[in-house]
């Protein structure tokens, strides 16, 4: 199974940008996908999840109306649009897939399989 993020970068505050995931290896319709990421010195923290089923999108408080969550399964990919992003949301960002996950799954240890991260810096 491979897990491969894309799509990071430096962008100003206020900016956007668009990760990537692709995957390979795996059912992806029966996987729930989700974001993490992680600030230098801090723990890995949970971004936003979407089901397998397509339908049922969770987010952190820290992200909810900024940013957007979605999949094709055709592509076998997993996307999460940013928009208005602070240098707060400044880290790596993970991908993960955790096999017919429930709605809001938001705890690491319920994901099967990691990406290996893509960067994302905002500067102010």
């Known amino acids: 199974v491979q897990l491969q993020a894309s799509g990071g970068g430096l962008v100003q505050a206020g900016g956007s940008l668009r990760l990537g995931c ?5 059912t992806f319709s029966a996987y729930s996908m989700g974001w993490f990421r992680q600030a ?10 979407i089901m ?4 049922g999108t969770y987010y952190a408080d820290s992200v909810k109306g900024r940013f ?6 055709a592509k076998n990919t997993v996307y999460l649009q940013m928009n208005s992003l602070k240098s707060e ?3 790596v960002y993970y991908c993960a897939a955790g096999r017919f996950l429930r ?5 690491p240890s319920e994901y099967n399989y990691w990406g290996q991260g893509t960067q994302v810096t905002v500067s102010s």
């Open 22 to 26: 692709a995957a390979s290896g795996l």
């Open 40 to 49: 230098p010195g801090k723990e890995r923290e949970f971004v936003a999840s």
């Open 52 to 55: 397998w089923t397509g339908s």
């Open 68 to 73: 957007t969550i979605s999949r094709d399964n």
């Open 89 to 91: 949301d400044t880290a």
């Open 103 to 107: 709605s809001g799954a938001r705890h």
